[in-house]
């Protein structure tokens, strides 16, 4: 889980850490607080993305490689999983007593375990760490679930619909009161997925995420302003889409807006729990 960590005002003109981008120094600050009560963590390049950086168009992987370079994080392997230390942590961190008391799952940096990591791709030489290669084409350091940085701790999992949230809350909709909207956005699949046992979190996202674009494309009148909880408590994807015309008064309902491709498809028994 994330924890709170200090900061000291002369990182921010440490000449050596400015010569990476200023999103390599915000990931740096990012991963104080998901390492453990050593400084170091597992490598789920996605995962900690979404933690630290979900609103910025970034290659995470350049940026933490840039700071591997820069001496301030070192990456290495334990022949299954990449890891990072963070150097010097224990020098500007005092974990809580309880946190070290409790430990860490994470294996200990170690310097020889740089050894197996291609450092262009941050990949695990199987060869040089001899380890047996995973038959899997997938990247099985983002395919492992941890326990997520959310106050719903599910052991050993993520849940994706954290994930989804956050695509859900960028689809152009007012940004306005984020926890009580995740919380809504939690209710409202849990009742979709009672309806209809097929729904996913995906297909739950996808399905809003293209309405609510579709009835900002429509113009629908005061939909700019809703806040996310308002719609997701009151069901807003039932209603009608009505698209105010320019040059004129008048309204065009869905109806006469299929040609236009405005109505989003929806499956049966997806998000219709309410009628």
């Known amino acids: 889980m994330a924890r709170s960590r200090n900061i000291k005002p002369a990182l921010f003109s440490n000449d050596e850490l400015a010569d990476n981008d200023p999103l390599g120094r915000l990931l740096f600050i990012g991963m104080w607080t998901i390492a453990d009560c050593n400084g170091n963590l597992i490598w789920r390049e996605k995962r900690i993305k979404a933690q630290i950086l979900p609103y910025d168009n970034c290659d995470i992987k350049k940026l933490a490689i840039n700071l591997d370079n820069s001496g301030f994080i070192r990456f290495y392997s334990d022949g299954d999983n990449l890891m990072v230390n963070i150097v010097n942590f224990s020098k500007h961190q005092n974990p809580h007593k309880n946190e070290r008391e409790k430990g860490s799952d994470v294996p200990k940096f170690v310097d020889t375990n740089r050894e197996s990591i291609d450092m262009a791709t941050l990949t695990i030489n199987r060869d040089k760490s001899g380890s047996k290669r995973n038959d899997s084409t997938s990247d099985r350091a983002d395919s492992l679930n941890l326990i997520p940085d959310s106050p719903i701790l599910i052991p050993d999992s993520i849940p994706s619909i954290e994930i989804e949230f956050e695509r859900f809350w960028l689809a152009g909709m007012t940004k306005q009161s984020k926890q009580n909207a995740k919380k809504a956005f939690a209710k409202q699949f849990k009742e979709a997925v009672k309806v ?80």
């Open 196 to 275: 209809d046992s097929t729904v996913t979190e995906t297909t739950f996202t996808d399905y809003l995420v293209d309405d609510i674009q579709k009835r900002l494309q429509a113009q629908v009148f005061g939909f700019d302003k809703m806040h996310p909880t308002t719609y997701l408590n009151q069901q807003r994807w039932n209603d009608e889409i009505v698209s105010q015309v320019r040059g004129g008064n008048l309204f065009q309902s869905i109806d006469t807006l299929q040609d236009m491709q405005l109505a989003p498809q929806q499956p049966e028994g997806l998000l219709n729990h309410g009628q």
